[in-house]
């Protein structure tokens, strides 16, 4: 099993893009657990936009639940931090982390996949994708580090 995040497409559209002829749409990040089968366990997520529930069915593919405008039973921060160590709280914390991100740390740890990382901060300047991950080592290790790296955009 592994934990990713992922993007998923929603119906609606930014307020500042609302007057545009041909608005792009809307994209949020979402998490997923990836069986060992390569079958994605079925969650539930929130546009961070309209706040519609979405059904995430697989990685970038999800279906919207009508009339469903909030769930009850979804996932908080707060919920995670109860889970987690506190300075592991704390660097996530500080970090602005989104939902996403918790999801897959919680995940790393409980399962003790110890080693792996997940990226925290990540932006586009001049060409160059920049950005911050954390690497878990242990239950009470941790290793904040950054990256820099080339984007590459292919041209269709």
Not at 84 to 97: D, G, H, I, T, Y
Request: net charge negative.
């Amino acid at each position: 099993m592994i934990a990713c995040k992922h993007l998923v497409r929603c119906r609606c559209v930014m307020q500042q893009f609302k007057n545009m002829p041909e608005p792009p749409v809307h994209q949020f990040i979402v998490s997923s657990i990836v069986a060992d089968d390569d079958k994605v366990v079925v969650k539930f997520a929130q546009c961070n936009n309209c706040g519609v529930i979405h059904k995430i069915v697989d990685i970038c593919r999800s279906e919207i639940i009508q009339g469903k405008e909030g769930m009850n039973s979804l996932i908080r921060i707060d919920d995670i931090k109860l889970s987690l160590p506190q300075n592991l709280v704390m660097m996530l914390e500080s970090n602005n982390a989104d939902l996403p991100t918790w999801e897959v740390v919680q995940f790393i740890y409980e399962n003790k996949r110890w080693g792996e990382f997940v990226v925290i901060t990540s932006e586009s300047e001049s060409g160059m994708r920049l950005g911050k991950y954390v690497r878990i080592f242990s239950e009470n290790v941790f290793k904040v580090d950054s990256f820099v790296r080339e984007e590459c955009v292919k041209e269709q």
